[in-house]
C-alpha cells in the first residue's frame, strides 16, 4: 500500500537526488564539451590482407572522437536536464529564486573530483541569450513599455554608461587594478538581469508598472553593456586612446544599428505569420527570428546582436499575435517561456560548474570591493536619475535600486574575456562571478521582504482578508470529510459522528457565508475569482479533449475545431462577471447616470477590463477626435449615483496619459464632483449625465 510522502521525506528524497545526480558526474574522468578522446584503437580487418593507411587511421580515430563527443555532451545535456528539473521543484516548495538554486548546486559540483567541462564564450552568447532576451521582449506589452520610455532608455543608456564608470573608478581605487580592466568589469556588471524579482513581484502582486519599468531596463541595458564592453575591451587589447566622439559614433552605429535590423527583420516575420494558420510554422519562424535577427546583425551587420533580438521580440510579440489563432497564441507564449526556462537554467548552472570556490575565498577582499562599487554605482543611477521620469515614488526607487540583479549577461560577459588579458581576466572573473552569486543570494532573498515592508504591494486588506476566510472554510471543510472517512472506516464511532458532525456543519457553513459576503460587497474579487475558474473549466476542457484525441474517440478535423473554441475562450477579453450574474438573477440595479468617457485606442483593453471587474455595464464604439482626428474609442458606462469615483479611479489606474473629468452643466448641490476637475492620471476625458431611464439590449 503507498504511503503519503511527508513534507520531511519530501525535502531528504529531493537532497538525496541532487547528490545522487552530482555522484554520476564525479564519476566522468573528464566531462566537457571539447574532451580530448585519448588511447583510441583501430581495428583493421586482416582476414581480407590488407593494411590500413595511416590516414584511413586517423580519419577511423577522428570519426570515433567525434562519435564519443556527441554522445558525452548529450549525456551532459541530459543530466544538467535533470538537476535543472530537480533544482525547479525545489525553488518552488522553498519559495526561493531558482537561478540561485543552479548556481548553488553547480558551486557543490564543483565540490566533487575529476568534473572539468570547459564552455565556449559564443556557446552562451549564440546559442543561450538569444531566447532569454526574445522570451523577455516578446512578453512586454509596447504600450506599458511606451509609458514610462523616458526613464527605462535613461537607466538603460546613461545609466549604464554611469555605472560603467563608478564601478570602473572605484574598483581601480580600492584594488589597484589599471583604470582600463576596471572599465571592462563596469561594463560587465552593469547589465541587470531580473528574472527572479519578476517572478517575486508578480507573486507579491507589485504594481505592474513597476514591473514594466524593471523587465524594460533589463531588456535595453543588456545590450547597451555588451556594446559598451566590446568598445572598452578594444581599447585594453589595442592600447589606443580613448577618443569621445568615435566611441560616441561607434555606439550609435552598433546599438542603433542592432535596434533597426530588429525591427526590420520583426515586422517582415509577422507579416508572414499574419499569412499563416499553422502554429508549427509559425512558431518555427519566431525561432528562425531569435536567433536570425542575432546573427544577420553579429556576423553581417557588425551591430548588437542582443539589441537586434530585443527589437525584434518588441515587434513579433506586439504586432505578430494580431494575425495568430488563438491556439498558436497559447503555443506560441509557452513554447518561449519553456525556451527562455531552459536556457536561463543551462547558463547558471554551467557558470556554477565555472566557479571555483577556493578562487572566491582567496579573492573575498577584492570581491567586497566590487561588491560595494556596484551597490553605489546602483544607487547612485536610480536615484540620481529618477528625477527624469514621471512620478516614481520613492518607494519605488528603493525597489528598483536593490532589485538589480546580476546574472546571465554579465557571466557570458565574464566568460567571453580573452586570454591575452592574462591574470586581470581571471580577477575580472572572480570579481564577477562573486557579484553574480552577493546579488542573488543576498538581494534575490531580501527583495520579498523590503517589497512587503514597504507597503507597495497591490495586495489589498480586503483581498487578505477574503483569502483568510476562505482558508478557514476549505480547512474546516477538509477537516469534516477526514472525520467522514475515519467514520466509514470504523475509526470512529456512529454515536460520535452524530454528535460532532452537525457542529462541524454548522460551523462550515458560517465560514461559508462569511466568505460569501466579502465577494458580495466587492465584486472585484467575485469577478476575479469566477474568471479564475472559468480558465480552469476551459483548460479541463483541453485536457479532456486531448485524451478523447488520445484514445481515437474524436478524429483529427474535429478535435482542431474544439480546440480552436476552447482557446479562443482562452484568449478573450475578461467577462463582466457582476453584470452577467445579475442578469441571470433578475436583479437590476438603479442605474440614473450615463458616464462618457472618450479614450485612446489603445487602452480599450485595459479599460473594458478594470471597468468589467467592478460590475458596470459599459458598451463602446470608435471614434474620431482630438489633435489630428486621431482614433479613439468612446465609452458608455451605465451608473448608479454615488458610483462616479469608482469609474474615474478604474479609468485613472487603466488608461494612459491623462484623464478629464467634466461634470454635467445639470448636476446641483453636493454631488461628488460638482464642478469640471481635471484629473492629470491616465488617458480619458469624461463626462457625466443624468438619466432618466436606462435599458439594455
Same mark, same amino acid.
Given at each position: 500500500?503507498?504511503?503519503?510522502?511527508?513534507?520531511?521525506?519530501?525535502?531528504?528524497?529531493?537532497?538525496?537526488?541532487?547528490?545522487?545526480?552530482?555522484?554520476?558526474?564525479?564519476?566522468?574522468?573528464?566531462?566537457?564539451?571539447?574532451?580530448?578522446?585519448?588511447?583510441?584503437?583501430?581495428?583493421?580487418?586482416?582476414?581480407?590482407?590488407? #593494411?590500413?593507411?595511416?590516414?584511413?587511421?586517423?580519419?577511423?580515430?577522428?570519426?570515433?572522437?567525434?562519435?564519443?563527443?556527441?554522445?558525452?555532451?548529450?549525456?551532459?545535456?541530459?543530466? /544538467?536536464?535533470?538537476?535543472?528539473?530537480?533544482?525547479?521543484?525545489?525553488?518552488?516548495?522553498?519559495?526561493?529564486?531558482?537561478?540561485?538554486?543552479?548556481?548553488?548546486?553547480?558551486?557543490?559540483?564543483?565540490?566533487?573530483?575529476?568534473?572539468?567541462?570547459?564552455?565556449?564564450?559564443?556557446?552562451?552568447?549564440?546559442?543561450?541569450?538569444?531566447?532569454?532576451?526574445?522570451?523577455?521582449?516578446?512578453? /512586454?506589452?509596447?504600450?506599458?513599455?511606451?509609458?514610462?520610455?523616458?526613464?527605462?532608455?535613461?537607466?538603460?543608456?546613461?545609466?549604464?554608461?554611469?555605472?560603467?564608470?563608478?564601478?570602473?573608478?572605484?574598483?581601480?581605487?580600492?584594488?589597484?587594478?589599471?583604470?582600463?580592466?576596471?572599465?571592462?568589469?563596469?561594463?560587465?556588471?552593469?547589465?541587470?538581469?531580473?528574472?527572479?524579482?519578476?517572478?517575486?513581484?508578480?507573486?507579491?502582486?507589485?504594481?505592474?508598472?513597476?514591473?514594466?519599468?524593471?523587465?524594460?531596463?533589463?531588456?535595453?541595458?543588456?545590450?547597451?553593456?555588451?556594446?559598451?564592453?566590446?568598445?572598452?575591451?578594444?581599447?585594453?587589447?589595442?592600447?589606443?586612446?580613448?577618443?569621445?566622439?568615435?566611441?560616441?559614433?561607434?555606439?550609435?552605429?552598433?546599438?542603433?544599428?542592432?535596434?533597426?535590423?530588429?525591427?526590420?527583420?520583426?515586422?517582415?516575420?509577422?507579416?508572414?505569420?499574419?499569412?499563416?494558420?499553422?502554429?508549427?510554422?509559425?512558431?518555427?519562424?519566431?525561432?528562425?527570428?531569435?536567433?536570425?535577427?542575432?546573427?544577420?546583425?553579429?556576423?553581417?551587420?557588425?551591430?548588437?546582436?542582443?539589441?537586434?533580438?530585443?527589437?525584434?521580440?518588441?515587434?513579433?510579440?506586439?504586432?505578430?499575435?494580431?494575425?495568430?489563432?488563438?491556439?498558436?497564441?497559447?503555443?506560441?507564449?509557452?513554447?518561449?517561456?519553456?525556451?527562455?526556462?531552459?536556457?536561463?537554467?543551462?547558463?547558471?548552472?554551467?557558470?556554477?560548474?565555472?566557479?571555483?570556490?577556493?578562487?572566491?575565498?582567496?579573492?573575498?577582499?577584492?570581491?567586497?570591493?566590487?561588491?560595494?562599487?556596484?551597490?553605489?554605482?546602483?544607487?547612485?543611477?536610480?536615484?540620481?536619475?529618477?528625477?527624469?521620469?514621471?512620478?516614481?515614488?520613492?518607494?519605488?526607487?528603493?525597489? /528598483?535600486?536593490?532589485?538589480?540583479?546580476?546574472?546571465?549577461?554579465?557571466?557570458?560577459?565574464?566568460?567571453?574575456? $580573452?586570454?591575452?588579458?592574462?591574470?586581470?581576466?581571471?580577477?575580472?572573473?572572480?570579481?564577477?562571478?562573486?557579484?553574480?552569486?552577493?546579488?542573488?543570494?543576498?538581494?534575490?532573498?531580501?527583495?520579498?521582504?523590503?517589497?512587503?515592508?514597504?507597503?507597495?504591494?497591490?495586495?489589498?486588506?480586503?483581498?487578505?482578508?477574503?483569502?483568510?476566510?476562505?482558508?478557514?472554510?476549505?480547512?474546516?471543510?477538509?477537516?469534516?470529510?477526514?472525520?467522514?472517512?475515519?467514520?466509514?472506516?470504523?475509526?470512529?464511532?456512529?454515536?460520535?459522528?452524530?454528535?460532532?458532525? $452537525?457542529?462541524?456543519?454548522?460551523?462550515?457553513?458560517?465560514?461559508?457565508?462569511?466568505?460569501?459576503?466579502?465577494?458580495?460587497?466587492?465584486? #472585484?474579487?467575485?469577478?476575479?475569482?469566477? #474568471?479564475?475558474?472559468?480558465?480552469?473549466?476551459?483548460?479541463?476542457?483541453?485536457?479532456?479533449?486531448?485524451?478523447?484525441?488520445?484514445?481515437?474517440?474524436?478524429?483529427?478535423?474535429?478535435?482542431?475545431?474544439?480546440?480552436?473554441?476552447?482557446?479562443?475562450?482562452?484568449?478573450?477579453?475578461?467577462?463582466?462577471? $457582476?453584470?452577467?450574474?445579475?442578469?441571470?438573477?433578475?436583479?437590476?440595479?438603479?442605474?440614473?447616470?450615463?458616464?462618457?468617457?472618450?479614450?485612446?485606442?489603445?487602452?480599450?483593453?485595459?479599460?473594458?477590463?478594470?471597468?468589467?471587474?467592478?460590475?458596470?455595464?459599459?458598451?463602446?464604439?470608435?471614434?474620431?477626435?482630438?489633435?489630428?482626428?486621431?482614433?479613439?474609442?468612446?465609452?458608455?458606462?451605465?451608473?448608479?449615483?454615488?458610483?462616479?469615483?469608482?469609474?474615474?479611479?478604474? /479609468?485613472?489606474?487603466?488608461?494612459?496619459?491623462?484623464?478629464?473629468?467634466?461634470?454635467? $452643466?445639470?448636476?446641483?448641490?453636493?454631488?461628488?464632483?460638482?464642478?469640471?476637475?481635471?484629473?492629470?492620471?491616465?488617458?480619458?476625458?469624461?463626462?457625466?449625465?443624468?438619466?432618466?431611464?436606462?435599458?439594455?439590449?
Amino acid at each position: 500500500m503507498l504511503r503519503k510522502i511527508t513534507h520531511s521525506q519530501y525535502r531528504l528524497i529531493l537532497v538525496i537526488a541532487i547528490f545522487g545526480i552530482s555522484s554520476i558526474l564525479s564519476g566522468c574522468a573528464s566531462l566537457g564539451f571539447e574532451p580530448i578522446i585519448q588511447d583510441t584503437q583501430v581495428v583493421t580487418d586482416e582476414s581480407q590482407g590488407g #593494411e590500413t593507411s595511416d590516414s584511413q587511421a586517423e580519419e577511423q580515430a577522428g570519426l570515433l572522437e567525434d562519435e564519443e563527443s556527441f554522445i558525452l555532451i548529450e549525456e551532459i545535456v541530459f543530466i /544538467l536536464l535533470f538537476i535543472a528539473s530537480l533544482v525547479g521543484i525545489a525553488a518552488r516548495q522553498f519559495r526561493v529564486p531558482y537561478t540561485l538554486g543552479l548556481v548553488v548546486i553547480g558551486l557543490l559540483i564543483t565540490l566533487l573530483p575529476q568534473v572539468d567541462i570547459t564552455i565556449q564564450p559564443t556557446l552562451i552568447f549564440a546559442l543561450l541569450i538569444p531566447p532569454i532576451v526574445f522570451e523577455g521582449a516578446f512578453h /512586454l506589452n509596447i504600450n506599458n513599455l511606451r509609458r514610462d520610455i523616458v526613464p527605462i532608455l535613461t537607466f538603460a543608456i546613461p545609466g549604464v554608461i554611469l555605472t560603467m564608470a563608478i564601478v570602473g573608478a572605484l574598483v581601480s581605487w580600492g584594488t589597484g587594478i589599471p583604470i582600463i580592466y576596471t572599465l571592462v568589469f563596469g561594463a560587465i556588471v552593469a547589465a541587470i538581469d531580473p528574472v527572479a524579482v519578476i517572478a517575486l513581484f508578480r507573486n507579491l502582486g507589485a504594481p505592474k508598472r513597476l514591473q514594466v519599468m524593471l523587465e524594460g531596463e533589463s531588456l535595453l541595458n543588456d545590450g547597451t553593456s555588451i556594446v559598451l564592453y566590446g568598445l572598452v575591451i578594444s581599447i585594453a587589447l589595442t592600447g589606443s586612446e580613448f577618443n569621445l566622439f568615435t566611441s560616441i559614433v561607434d555606439f550609435v552605429r552598433i546599438a542603433g544599428g542592432g535596434i533597426i535590423i530588429g525591427v526590420v527583420l520583426g515586422a517582415l516575420v509577422s507579416q508572414i505569420i499574419d499569412r499563416i494558420d499553422d502554429y508549427l510554422i509559425e512558431t518555427t519562424l519566431t525561432t528562425i527570428l531569435a536567433y536570425g535577427s542575432f546573427l544577420i546583425a553579429e556576423e553581417v551587420f557588425h551591430v548588437s546582436g542582443v539589441l537586434a533580438v530585443v527589437g525584434a521580440g518588441l515587434i513579433a510579440g506586439n504586432i505578430g499575435p494580431a494575425g495568430m489563432s488563438p491556439t498558436t497564441r497559447i503555443v506560441l507564449f509557452n513554447f518561449w517561456e519553456y525556451a527562455a526556462f531552459l536556457a536561463n537554467s543551462f547558463i547558471f548552472l554551467l557558470i556554477g560548474l565555472q566557479i571555483e570556490l577556493s578562487s572566491l575565498f582567496a579573492s573575498w577582499q577584492v570581491i567586497a570591493i566590487a561588491i560595494i562599487a556596484v551597490l553605489i554605482a546602483r544607487a547612485v543611477t536610480i536615484y540620481g536619475l529618477a528625477w527624469v521620469g514621471r512620478d516614481i515614488p520613492l518607494r519605488w526607487q528603493h525597489v /528598483l535600486n536593490w532589485g538589480g540583479l546580476r546574472g546571465a549577461i554579465s557571466l557570458a560577459l565574464a566568460l567571453s574575456l $580573452p586570454l591575452v588579458l592574462g591574470d586581470a581576466r581571471n580577477q575580472l572573473q572572480v570579481m564577477t562571478f562573486g557579484v553574480v552569486i552577493f546579488t542573488l543570494l543576498v538581494q534575490g532573498l531580501t527583495i520579498g521582504p523590503l517589497v512587503r515592508r514597504l507597503g507597495i504591494s497591490e495586495r489589498s486588506a480586503v483581498k487578505e482578508e477574503y483569502e483568510r476566510r476562505h482558508a478557514r472554510a476549505m480547512a474546516t471543510q477538509s477537516a469534516f470529510e477526514h472525520l467522514e472517512h475515519m467514520r466509514q472506516n470504523g475509526l470512529i464511532s456512529a454515536h460520535t459522528w452524530q454528535t460532532i458532525s $452537525p457542529l462541524l456543519e454548522q460551523y462550515n457553513q458560517v465560514l461559508v457565508e462569511a466568505t460569501k459576503q466579502v465577494l458580495t460587497n466587492h465584486p #472585484e474579487l467575485e469577478a476575479e475569482e469566477m #474568471e479564475a475558474a472559468r480558465r480552469e473549466s476551459l483548460q479541463a476542457q483541453r485536457s479532456t479533449l486531448s485524451t478523447l484525441l488520445k484514445d481515437g474517440i474524436i478524429s483529427d478535423e474535429t478535435y482542431i475545431q474544439l480546440v480552436s473554441e476552447v482557446d479562443a475562450a482562452l484568449t478573450s477579453e475578461v467577462l463582466n462577471w $457582476p453584470e452577467l450574474i445579475r442578469q441571470q438573477s433578475g436583479v437590476h440595479l438603479p442605474i440614473n447616470r450615463l458616464l462618457s468617457a472618450v479614450i485612446q485606442e489603445q487602452d480599450l483593453e485595459n479599460a473594458l477590463s478594470a471597468l468589467s471587474k467592478l460590475g458596470f455595464s459599459v458598451t463602446h464604439f470608435p471614434s474620431t477626435g482630438g489633435f489630428l482626428g486621431r482614433r479613439n474609442i468612446t465609452l458608455l458606462i451605465g451608473l448608479v449615483k454615488g458610483q462616479e469615483k469608482n469609474a474615474v479611479d478604474a /479609468l485613472s489606474g487603466s488608461c494612459k496619459k491623462r484623464v478629464e473629468y467634466v461634470s454635467s $452643466p445639470l448636476e446641483a448641490g453636493p454631488t461628488p464632483f460638482p464642478n469640471p476637475i481635471p484629473v492629470n492620471v491616465g488617458g480619458a476625458t469624461i463626462f457625466v449625465f443624468e438619466i432618466e431611464r436606462y435599458e439594455e439590449f
